[in-house]
C-alpha cells in the first residue's frame, strides 16, 4: 500500500535527504511507530499528534495497527519513498515543519507571564500522592520549599542533585552545574526518562531567553556540548530529542507555550501550560519543571552579569 506523508520534522527533513538510508522498526505504539534510519528516530505518527523535530506525519484516518508492522522489521528509502513491510510512506511533497522556537525573550514582563502560567499549572498535578517522576521537584525554584524524601531509586538519585542545583543559582559558578545537571541523563524509566525531560525544558529556557545576554549563551553552549558528550547514557528515543533540544529544536507544546507568553496572553499561556502537563505519563510535568529551573537559572544570569564599560 502507498501512503501520502503530510509533513516532515525539520530534523527529519535533513535525515530523508540523504541517500541510501537503511533501518528498522524500532517500537510499535497506538498512534505512533518508531523507526530506526541509521543511527537516528523517526516517529511514524498521526496528525492529531503534536507536531515534533521527529516526525513523519500520516493521516489520522490510518490505523496504524492494520499495517502489522514488528519490531525490527526492516526499513529502507527508495525514490522519495519510506518502505516498511510492503507498506509505502512517500514524502517527496510533504512540507517541513521549523521546530526551531519561533520567539525569544526580551522582556521581564514576558519571563514573568511564563513564570506564572507555569508554576500554576504544575502546582495543580505536583503533590506527595501525584504523578511521579520529577513532578514534586517542580514546586521548589525560587521557593524555598521542602521536598519529601521519598522512597523511589529515581528519587533517591534525583533528589539531592536537584538540591544542590537549586542552592547554586545565584552564586556565579553556572559552569559548577555541568556535572550534575549531566548526571540526569537517562534517570528514570520509559522512552523518554525523566531526568532526559527536565534537561530538555532547561534547553527550552535557554533558548528562549539567550540572545543578547552572553552570559546566558555561554552557560547554553557550553551545557549542549556536555550533554551531547554524555547523550548515549540515555534510550534512543530520548537520545534524539535531547540533540535536538541541543540544536534549538523543540516540539510542539513548547511553540504553544511560548507563544502565548510572548504575546502576553497571561490565561492563553495558563492554558497551554496545563496541557504541556498532560504529556505521557510525567514528561510534561518533568519538562515543565526544567523550564522553571531554567527560568531561575537565567534570571540569576542576568542579574549576575558583569557591568560593561
Same mark, same amino acid.
Given at each position: 500500500?502507498?501512503? %501520502?506523508?503530510?509533513?516532515?520534522?525539520?530534523?527529519?527533513?535533513?535525515?530523508?535527504?540523504?541517500?541510501?538510508?537503511?533501518?528498522?522498526?524500532?517500537?510499535?505504539?497506538?498512534?505512533?511507530?518508531?523507526?530506526?534510519?541509521?543511527?537516528? $528516530?523517526?516517529?511514524?505518527?498521526?496528525?492529531?499528534?503534536?507536531?515534533?523535530?521527529?516526525?513523519?506525519?500520516?493521516?489520522?484516518?490510518?490505523?496504524?495497527?492494520?499495517?502489522?508492522?514488528?519490531?525490527?522489521?526492516? &526499513?529502507?528509502?527508495?525514490?522519495? +519513498?519510506? &518502505?516498511?513491510?510492503?507498506?509505502?510512506?512517500?514524502?517527496?511533497?510533504? !512540507?517541513?515543519? %521549523?521546530?526551531?522556537? !519561533?520567539?525569544?525573550?526580551?522582556?521581564?514582563?514576558?519571563?514573568?507571564?511564563?513564570? @506564572?502560567?507555569?508554576?500554576?499549572?504544575?502546582?495543580?498535578?505536583?503533590?506527595?500522592?501525584?504523578?511521579?517522576?520529577?513532578? #514534586?521537584?517542580?514546586?521548589?525554584?525560587?521557593?524555598?520549599?521542602?521536598?519529601?524524601?521519598?522512597?523511589?531509586?529515581?528519587?533517591?538519585?534525583?533528589?539531592?542533585?536537584?538540591?544542590?542545583?537549586?542552592?547554586?543559582?545565584? *552564586? %556565579?559558578?553556572?559552569?559548577?552545574?555541568?556535572?550534575?545537571?549531566?548526571?540526569?541523563?537517562?534517570?528514570?524509566?520509559?522512552? /523518554?526518562?525523566?531526568?532526559?525531560?527536565?534537561? $530538555?525544558?532547561?534547553?527550552?529556557?535557554?533558548?528562549?531567553?539567550? @540572545?543578547?545576554?552572553?552570559?546566558?549563551?555561554?552557560?547554553?553552549?557550553?551545557?549542549?556540548?556536555? $550533554?551531547?558528550?554524555?547523550?548515549?547514557? /540515555?534510550?534512543?528515543?530520548?537520545?534524539?530529542?535531547? #540533540?535536538?533540544? +541541543?540544536?534549538?529544536?523543540?516540539?510542539? !507544546?513548547?511553540?504553544?507555550?511560548? *507563544?502565548?507568553?510572548?504575546?502576553?496572553?497571561?490565561?492563553? /499561556?495558563?492554558?497551554?501550560?496545563?496541557?504541556?502537563?498532560?504529556?505521557?505519563?510525567?514528561?510534561?510535568?518533568?519538562?515543565? /519543571?526544567?523550564?522553571?529551573?531554567?527560568?531561575?537559572? +537565567?534570571?540569576? #544570569?542576568? +542579574?549576575?552579569?558583569?557591568?560593561? %564599560?
Amino acid at each position: 500500500m502507498d501512503y %501520502d506523508v503530510l509533513m516532515l520534522g525539520s530534523g527529519t527533513a535533513r535525515l530523508l535527504a540523504r541517500s541510501g538510508l537503511v533501518g528498522s522498526v524500532h517500537s510499535v505504539f497506538e498512534n505512533v511507530v518508531n523507526l530506526r534510519i541509521e543511527d537516528n $528516530i523517526v516517529s511514524l505518527q498521526h496528525s492529531s499528534l503534536p507536531r515534533t523535530p521527529l516526525m513523519l506525519v500520516v493521516g489520522s484516518e490510518l490505523n496504524l495497527k492494520d499495517l502489522r508492522l514488528e519490531a525490527g522489521s526492516h &526499513i529502507w528509502l527508495e525514490q522519495g +519513498c519510506v &518502505i516498511v513491510k510492503g507498506h509505502r510512506f512517500n514524502f517527496t511533497a510533504a !512540507p517541513s515543519w %521549523d521546530a526551531h522556537l !519561533p520567539v525569544s525573550f526580551s522582556t521581564e514582563e514576558e519571563v514573568m507571564i511564563l513564570l @506564572k502560567g507555569v508554576s500554576q499549572a504544575v502546582g495543580l498535578t505536583a503533590s506527595p500522592l501525584g504523578l511521579g517522576g520529577l513532578s #514534586l521537584f517542580s514546586v521548589l525554584p525560587g521557593q524555598n520549599m521542602p521536598l519529601p524524601d521519598l522512597d523511589t531509586p529515581m528519587l533517591q538519585a534525583a533528589i539531592p542533585v536537584l538540591r544542590s542545583l537549586v542552592a547554586a543559582i545565584g *552564586q %556565579d559558578k553556572e559552569l559548577e552545574l555541568l556535572p550534575a545537571l549531566t548526571s540526569l541523563i537517562g534517570l528514570g524509566p520509559g522512552l /523518554t526518562p525523566s531526568g532526559d525531560d527536565f534537561l $530538555i525544558g532547561l534547553l527550552s529556557a535557554l533558548s528562549l531567553l539567550e @540572545k543578547g545576554n552572553p552570559r546566558i549563551g555561554r552557560f547554553a553552549v557550553a551545557l549542549r556540548q556536555a $550533554i551531547g558528550e554524555a547523550v548515549e547514557k /540515555t534510550t534512543p528515543l530520548s537520545r534524539e530529542f535531547l #540533540l535536538y533540544a +541541543c540544536s534549538g529544536e523543540f516540539s510542539e !507544546p513548547f511553540h504553544e507555550l511560548y *507563544q502565548a507568553a510572548a504575546a502576553l496572553d497571561m490565561p492563553g /499561556t495558563l492554558a497551554a501550560a496545563i496541557r504541556f502537563t498532560a504529556i505521557g505519563h510525567t514528561s510534561g510535568v518533568d519538562g515543565l /519543571t526544567g523550564v522553571l529551573y531554567g527560568l531561575g537559572v +537565567c534570571r540569576s #544570569l542576568v +542579574c549576575h552579569a558583569p557591568a560593561v %564599560d
